[in-house]
């Protein structure tokens, strides 16, 4: 055999996702094995991701491939046998030249099929390290071998031995964020709001409630495309131009606004499951619209949750997974993956049209004396039926925050209805005329809790909006700016006796893309006590959600002089917010 000479050079050690700056310098030590160089640099970050260069100057104009990496760590700089840590490893191929580290179990070995070379015979690839953010690997030496393998007739193995990093502590300040939101759940349907006796099973959601903040005045819009577009935007649907549903043929959200993973630049930015704002923009919408990696559906529903169109960053496949089980597998996958710190929003289609009965599996209600997965009747209805989906929803969000939890549980988790729970499927005591697609407090009054390492346990009164989360979760990742309409909720987390708001502000309008005055405008604003809803071409109600928090006695005409002036505020609010 002929051996041709190969030459591996570590080049750079080059932040991809942090601001620490690293000089690599040579080092030797001992016997070397042929052809070997040894590295080493000052201070990465645990929990961030660096892109390691790798030259070939071989002679030969074969491109090679990785052939396999080896991480240990030791706090001995000159590299003794070193021990394998615990969640470094290979995760496998990522772009042209790339090779992604990662979570996965132990392997001090780690091999790969040919990784695909960046460029030719002598131009630099590389390939990215993910340091996990394990406080115990502060401080500690993290060292790098591989091999990198000449594709020719008669290849000639060179070795790399090795990258000597000393790692730094985390960031406690950035921490990760999960964004959990359901699909037509209205707090009649989350037991912990305790808002009927005929609730569904719901105890890890419960469990969330009980171990964070629950807010009890939380509005969004009565249908989902203005709610999302919302919480992305900080900016309420008649600044945004999405009032309504969006189709498929009509505008969808302008790639000209600011969206919350674009202000988290920082950030690794994930949304899985439903979108339903791309409208005719198209299947990249999602990604061109700042997140790094979409997988789910891009409209409002799906016809078979188990046969449905699946879009993975632009390409579309067809998926015969459980939705519900498909979009907390895709989101486990991810968090377990991902660089540090990052935004992952997991958005279900659950408990949307159609309704059916979930699988078998997802049935599992914990102890629940009235559990409704298990024990429908024959011919169920549509009510019991959504019961027993977001039984099974709950099920799925167990075991999301399970994963999470045993590898990331000092992150923040926020859980948020889109809008209020379809008509056929409300519980008494709300009226399924005052559900989904209305003003009322059935269609817009949604669950939201966080839970977080700094958020106390409890209930907060507060009037709060879907459209805070954008300011919020910007100010947890340290972006904090200019947000139209939305106020930051963090102070709540250490007082939620506060009170942040004097107002909040819901509505659906159509069409999408205008601005005011729009051709259907309805409008909702509240104080602490009244409300006012307002639609085109019709006459106002006021209501005292003190004493008639379902809104069955409209108080016009014929207000008392208190509640005139009550009226009155709400009104000239409406006014100040540019749509009278």
Known sequence: MTKQPLCAVLLALVPTASSAALQVTPYGFGVNPPGSLLWTGGSAGVGESFTVGVSNTASSAAPPSLAYLSIATSPDPHFPAGTAVDGLGLLGAGAP??????LVPPNPIATLGPVPWAGGASDPAGFVLYVPPVPALAGQALYLQGALLALAKEPTLGVTNGLHVVLAAPNPDRKNVLLIVADDVGVDLIGAYGASAAAPCTPRIDALAKGGLLFRNAWASPVCSPTRAALLTGRHGFRTGIGGVITNTTPGLSLGE???????????????????????????????????????????????YSLWPQVIDGTQVLSNEYTTSAFTDAAIEQIASLPEPWFVVVSYNAAHTPFHVPPAALCVPEGCANAWCDSLPPNPNDRQLARAMVESLDVEIGRLLGALDSTHPDAYVFFLGDNGTTASASIPPFQPNHAKGTMYEGGIHVPLIVRGPDVVVGECIGLVAAVDLFATIAELGQSPGAAEDSVSLVPYFADPTLALRAHVYAETFSPNGGAPPFASHARAVRGERYKLIRRTGQADEFFDLELDPFETANLLPGLTSAEQLEYDALAAELVALGVP
């Open 97 to 102: 030249g790339e090779v992604l580290l990662s």
């Open 258 to 304: 600011t969206t919350l993973p674009e202000r988290l630049a920082d950030y690794t930015s994930v949304c899985i499951g439903k979108w339903h704002l791309s409208g005719n923009l198209g299947n990249l919408h999602p990604n061109q619209s700042g997140f790094d990696h979409f997988s789910g559906i891009l409209g409002g529903s799906v016809n078979n």
